[in-house]
């Protein structure tokens, strides 16, 4: 199934949500690639560089081939600022990231993005694309032919349960925001990328669409062979609070965790 | 005013000077429009990144909008090269009549565009070429066409001024008629203009509805 609808075994997914944000880091292809797929060195990133109004503090993270990692944090905690260093839409204020090894400041920032999908809450779909021209948006920037995109588009719709004949000539605005969602993470798949950046991407949904969402995903983590949470990471005011595989991760006395451990019994259907 | 029978036959009779008349009204109008295009669109492009240039070109366009138009006519005269009476003097100024609308509103549209969208797009590795062409400027275009028909309905009104500077066109017949106090010649030119203009409009809004997205 997996080499069928050819997803990479090794795809990054990073996913959070409102408030208590989830990111999930799916793993990479690059075969040859040994070592940290991500690495943030002692990563500091200050709005228009001024030093006083940091976002993110001397964050300092690997993230090995093959890890599912998930950020939690706050609204503010620095989640999205997080990811966009990672596809350098933001470049570090202090430090380095690096991916595959190579920091993202010195990366062809089109070559890096075009290996990472990248997931945003409000799905961001082109409004005058289609379905199929917004999921093939990628392949066809990559310069793939016709049928190979088409084909491609077709699975990707159905991986996200659309069916491709009944979905792939609609706009999105002919679409309700769960199944817009749905495209935004076919769109983030459709060039196979090595990495997958997921940013909040249930959060602007209702509560029940949300959960059958966040069910629908934990099945499609499943066929990507990547159900089980290696890490999750705890981001407070910038900074990393915690890290830690997820069983040992609600076990922690950190007051941070503590409060996300309190508010999982609260909300039914929450993560991890 | 008397719209009679008397109208319809000096139409008639002068139906080819009327008719050429408004074919030098179009001409203009165009060639006015074009330049007016050529320069406000690049413009609203680049002043979308840079406040300063924005303030800048913005204010300037405005400066020129406020000025009434005969007045403005009456400023470009002594102007060497530009000035002087006759068509060219005339262009320029309905050139820079124009420009403010077609400037505000590239700028609006493609400033207008959603955050989230913009976002994906970069994210996706869209080079800024092609986030421009393939993204900001075909949601863009209707806001930007809604430009270019105000643009282009001010300069039809405007141009018909214009020949009191003896740039041709239909307010020739307007001007003369109001000297030899004749309805009928007035309204050789009123009526063609007044037509140009409703058309026009009514055309370029059929296109700015079909090119409007969500």
């Known amino acids: 199934m997996r080499q069928k609808i050819g997803v990479g075994r090794r795809t990054t997914l990073i996913w959070s949500r409102r408030g208590w944000g989830l990111s999930i880091e799916m793993n990479a292809k690059i075969e040859s690639f040994s070592g940290n797929l991500i690495e943030f060195r002692d990563v500091s990133y200050h709005i228009n560089d001024i030093p006083g109004r940091a976002v993110i503090s001397g964050v300092s993270l690997a993230v090995p081939l093959g890890e599912t990692l998930v950020l939690l944090g706050r609204s503010g905690s620095g989640k999205t600022t997080l990811l966009r260093l990672i596809n350098a839409l933001y470049l570090p204020s202090q430090g380095e990231v690096l991916v595959e090894g190579r920091p993202t400041a010195e990366w062809d920032v089109i070559r890096l993005r075009r290996g990472i999908g990248y997931v945003i809450q409000e799905a961001g779909l082109f409004p005058h694309f289609t379905v199929a021209e917004n999921v093939g948006l990628v392949p066809s920037l990559e310069k793939w032919d016709r049928q190979r995109t088409t084909a491609r588009v077709g699975e990707l719709l159905r991986l996200v349960g659309l069916d491709p004949a009944e979905f792939a000539d609609r706009h999105p605005r002919e679409l309700s925001g769960g199944q817009r969602q749905r495209v935004g993470v076919a769109r983030a798949l459709a060039a196979d990328p090595a990495i997958l950046l997921m940013d909040e991407p249930f959060g602007a949904l209702d509560p029940v669409t949300r959960t059958e969402l966040q069910k629908e995903f934990k099945a499609l983590a499943g066929r990507l062979q990547k159900t089980i949470v290696s890490r999750i990471v705890l981001l407070d005011t910038g900074r990393i609070a915690a890290v830690a595989p997820p069983q040992e991760f609600l076990r922690m006395d950190h007051p941070e965790v503590r409060a996300f451990v309190a508010s999982l019994g609260a909300v039914p259907g929450a993560p991890v | ?214």
């Open chain 2, 1 to 214: 005013m008397n719209a009679s029978p008397s109208y319809w036959s000096f139409f008639a009779e002068h139906r080819a000077e009327i008719l050429g008349a408004t074919a030098d009204h179009m001409m203009l109008v165009v060639i006015a429009m074009l330049i007016a295009m050529a320069i406000a669109l690049p413009l609203g492009m680049l002043i979308v990144e840079r406040p300063a240039l924005r303030a800048l070109s913005m204010g300037i366009a405005n400066i020129f909008q406020t000025i009434p138009s005969l007045a403005l006519f009456g400023l470009l005269i002594p102007i060497p090269f530009i000035g002087g009476i006759g068509r060219r003097t005339a262009i320029v100024a309905l050139v820079l009549y124009a420009l403010l609308p077609i400037l505000r509103n590239t700028y609006v549209g493609l400033s207008g565009i959603d955050p989230a969208v913009l976002e994906a797009a970069e994210a996706m590795g869209m080079t800024s070429a092609q986030i421009l062409f393939r993204v900001r400027f075909p949601l863009a275009l209707s806001v930007i066409l809604a430009g270019i028909r105000t643009a282009t309905v001010i300069t039809i009104g405007v141009a018909t001024i214009a020949a009191e500077i003896g740039a041709g066109g239909l307010g020739t017949f307007v001007f003369r008629g109001v000297a030899l106090v004749s309805d009928s010649l007035i309204l050789a030119g009123a009526m063609p203009a007044a037509l140009l203009a409703l058309l026009s409009d009514c055309l370029l809004g059929l296109l700015e509805r079909r090119l409007r997205v969500a």
